[in-house]
T-cell receptor, first 113, second 109 residues
Framework: DAMVIQNPRYQVTQFGKPVTLSCSQT?????MYWYQQKSSQAPKLLFH???????NEADTPDNFQSRRPNTSFCFLDIRSPGLGDAAMYLC????????????FGDGTRLSIL | RKEVEQDPGPFNVPEGATVAFNCTYS??????FFWYRQDCRKEPKLLMS???SGNEDGRFTAQLNRASQYISLLIRDSKLSDSATYLC??????????FGTGTSLTVIP
């Protein structure tokens, strides 16, 4: 089945130690998104790629970076995780057409020690 | 003003009840609308798209009112397995999706 796959499902890192989360998709969607979701809150968009074009949200901290080496893969890099970065990180994909929904991966739950 | 607003609930209803959620959006140019279901500590999963004429999928009915800028989700004959958070998502244009904060539903035996 075509899908969005995130790895790892759970990630534990130390305060200040860089971490990379990965997302891959077999849907051949041209848009990929990264969201941060904390408990009882809506997903918060960090950034998205439209093909190779990177679109950063204005309030996304510089600590968060992303790479999309090809259509199928997208990475979220957190350069120096702080305690406030503990959250669920969700990857989603969509087609450009506005009537198409987003498809989410299972998410990576990040804990900071 | 938020792009999308939902009543966070919680809604606690008995099995078999009918429950309705509303969601309002601020931008009249919004083009497409979705309801997602999110279980605790899981990812959002698409429940249904919302079409202009309204649409139904089994026990679930979605409606769109462009004049008043709201969408609704009606769940009939609630099951225990319907307990989840329901997220309203609005697409304004292109790649811009806006999420409501979600409405929590608990179906009680």
């Amino acid at each position: 089945d075509a899908m969005v796959i995130q790895n790892p499902r759970y990630q534990v890192t130390q305060f200040g130690k860089p971490v990379t989360l990965s997302c891959s998709q077999t849907l051949n969607h041209n848009v990929m998104y990264w969201y941060q979701q904390k408990s009882s809150q809506a997903p918060k968009l960090l950034f998205h790629y439209y093909d190779k074009d990177f679109n950063n949200e204005a309030d996304t901290p510089d600590n968060f970076q992303s790479r999309r080496p090809n259509t199928s893969f997208c990475f979220l890099d957190i350069r120096s995780p702080g305690l406030g970065d503990a959250a669920m990180y969700l990857c989603a994909t969509s087609r450009t057409a506005s009537n198409q929904p987003q498809h989410f991966g299972d998410g990576t739950r990040l804990s900071i020690l | 003003r938020k792009e999308v607003e939902q009543d966070p609930g919680p809604f606690n209803v008995p099995e078999g009840a009918t429950v309705a959620f509303n969601c309002t959006y601020s931008n009249s140019a919004s083009q497409s609308f979705f309801w997602y279901r999110q279980d605790c500590r899981k990812e959002p999963k698409l429940l249904m798209s919302v079409y202009s004429s309204g649409n139904e999928d089994g026990r679930f009915t979605a409606q769109l009112n462009r004049a008043s800028q709201y969408i609704s989700l009606l769940i009939r004959d609630s099951k225990l397995s319907d307990s989840a958070t329901y997220l309203c998502v609005v697409n304004k244009w292109g790649n811009q999706f806006y999420f409501g904060t979600g409405t929590s539903l608990t179906v009680i035996p």
